[in-house]
């Protein structure tokens, strides 16, 4: 490694994202004050920064592409999918910098987004976690600012719950809907797909609990940072484009089994087993729900193919009892 000294490390963990992965590395080119890259360092303005991405066993030829094409990139080439925690705790320890920003292979910096959220971090040392503001692929709103969930919001939160309740108000309430986006706040944590954080936070708190394999992992490390007494903050000033899947023709057993099971685990470190236990029962009855459902209309003849995709899918959650797997093949982006 370059010994030249740098203030930032950017990680970023990949999985099979290739073309997404290299629009995010040109983006970080593509800021205005970056320069031509000296080694491994990337001189931006008065700061200098190095990236390191985390390939997770991806079968699209990543890793070719990263030393091919952008050799100041350091990569980390893991044999297997260590998920977002893993692939993110093995970076984390190689960065030298006093900043350490967690950014996903499908988000592109929009101008000056880095140097931005760089200069609010230096004239507040009191911070020790920030995010911008998130937008779609389209430019749309993408909701990035959190309170910490509370059981009530648990349940009413990306739940059936919510799909036959939309905008109630212990969603709203969880995803700061009551208060404008547009002003710098304070927030309780903030979405992982670009989460710039201080050094010395990491140094106290230590890494990202690896018993999250994906999903709550940030949100568990934001609740560790706020205990330790380090603000968290949202700047809207910052602009970051967060190419995120939004496909909503089929079920993914995997991802809802990550999700869920990620969300009590949360419950259980910072609410007791009881209340976890409580979430995890309820959130499998949900999954029962959808499946009688989804079975009904395969029944009636409504989009049949689709429907037992659904009810395959939703039995294998069932069956999973919304337990922590061990997956080495799950999207981690």
């Not at 009191?126 to 919001?153: K, N």
């Not at 609740?223 to 967060?242: Q, T």
């Amino acid at each position: 490694m370059n010994s030249m000294s740098v203030d930032l490390d950017i990680v970023i963990v990949s999985w099979n994202v290739r073309d997404l992965l290299a629009a995010c590395l040109d983006s970080i080119l593509a800021q205005p004050c970056a320069g031509a890259p000296e080694g491994d360092v990337v001189p931006l303005g008065r700061y200098r920064l190095r990236v390191h991405v985390v390939d997770n066993a991806s079968a699209d030829g990543t890793s070719e592409m990263v030393t091919q094409q952008y050799p100041w990139v350091h990569l980390i080439a893991s044999p297997t999918n260590l998920g977002f925690t893993g692939a993110n705790n093995l970076a984390i320890p190689r960065a030298q910098g006093r900043y350490i920003l967690l950014l996903n292979p499908d988000t592109e910096l929009a101008e000056n987004a880095l140097t931005r959220m760089l200069d609010y971090m230096e004239v507040h040392p009191e911070i020790g976690v920030l995010g911008p503001r998130l937008v779609y692929g389209d430019g749309s709103p993408q909701s990035s600012r959190r309170r910490f969930p509370t059981l009530a919001m648990a349940l009413m939160e990306s739940t059936p719950l919510e799909q036959w309740f939309p905008g109630n108000r212990w969603a709203a309430r969880y995803r700061m809907a009551d208060l404008p986006d547009d002003v710098a706040q304070p927030v309780d944590w903030l979405n992982g797909a670009c989460l710039l954080t201080r050094r010395a936070v990491w140094d106290e708190i230590g890494l990202l609990d690896d018993g999250f394999f994906m999903y709550s992992e940030e949100l568990d490390w934001c609740r560790r940072a706020a205990e330790a007494g380090w603000v968290r903050v949202y700047i809207p000033d910052a602009l970051v484009v967060h190419h995120e899947g939004q496909s909503s023709g089929q079920v993914m057993a995997r991802r809802h089994i990550l999700f869920n099971a990620s969300k009590v685990r949360y419950f259980s470190k910072h609410h007791g087993r009881a209340t976890a236990e409580f979430l995890r029962l309820f959130l499998l009855l949900g999954f029962v729900v959808q499946l009688a459902l989804e079975a009904c209309k395969c029944a009636l003849g409504h989009k049949r193919a689709l429907r037992r995709d659904r009810v395959r899918a939703y039995a294998v959650v069932i069956r999973s009892g919304l337990r922590q797997p061990a997956m080495a093949q799950e999207e981690t982006s």
